[in-house]
């Protein structure tokens, strides 16, 4: 399973999963010691805090993918920042979204040649639990 999520991101670790239904909870946290500050660009090693997140991912073995993350929180050590923390953040997910880069990929791929009812339905069954306004959004904005 650890080389599932370094797939995602190789500071990634592996904690544990479970599986409930017909979705699979993989836990996972960062390795990361000291982070980035995504205003100034200056290394920080202190948290503030930590929090979890969740988003969905491609599925796997058949069920869904909800990966569970323990996410992390920084101060910002530089006095001339303007922010005085920031949150760890992923390559393989945009912000505050809750679906990884390659589901969004996986979901306009399947909505382009067919309706957003018929994509919603299809996703549903098959890969995500994703409502037909999420797929035109996706659609419009070219994601």
Same mark, same amino acid.
């Given at each position: ?11 990634? =670790? ?7 239904? !017909?979705?699979?909870y ?38 869904k ?11 910002? !050590?530089?006095?001339?920042? =303007? ?11 945009k ?5 990884? =880069?390659?589901?969004?990929n ?38």
């Amino acid at each position: 399973m650890d080389d599932f999520i370094k797939l995602l991101d190789k500071n990634l =670790e592996y904690e544990k999963h479970g599986i409930i239904g !017909d979705t699979i909870y993989i836990y996972v946290h960062s390795t990361l010691e000291a982070l980035e500050c995504p205003y100034c660009g200056v290394m920080s090693s202190r948290c503030h805090s930590k929090y979890t997140r969740s988003f969905q991912d491609l599925p796997m073995q058949g069920k869904k993918t909800i990966i569970v993350l323990n996410n992390k929180k920084m101060f910002c !050590d530089n006095p001339d920042c =303007e922010h005085t923390t920031f949150a760890e953040s992923f390559s393989f997910i945009k912000g505050k979204f809750k679906k990884t =880069e390659r589901l969004i990929n996986e979901i306009i791929q399947v909505s382009k040649n067919m309706s957003s009812v018929e994509a919603s339905n299809y996703l549903r069954k098959n890969v995500v639990r994703v409502g037909k306004s999420t797929i035109c959004e996706l659609l419009k904005k070219g994601v």
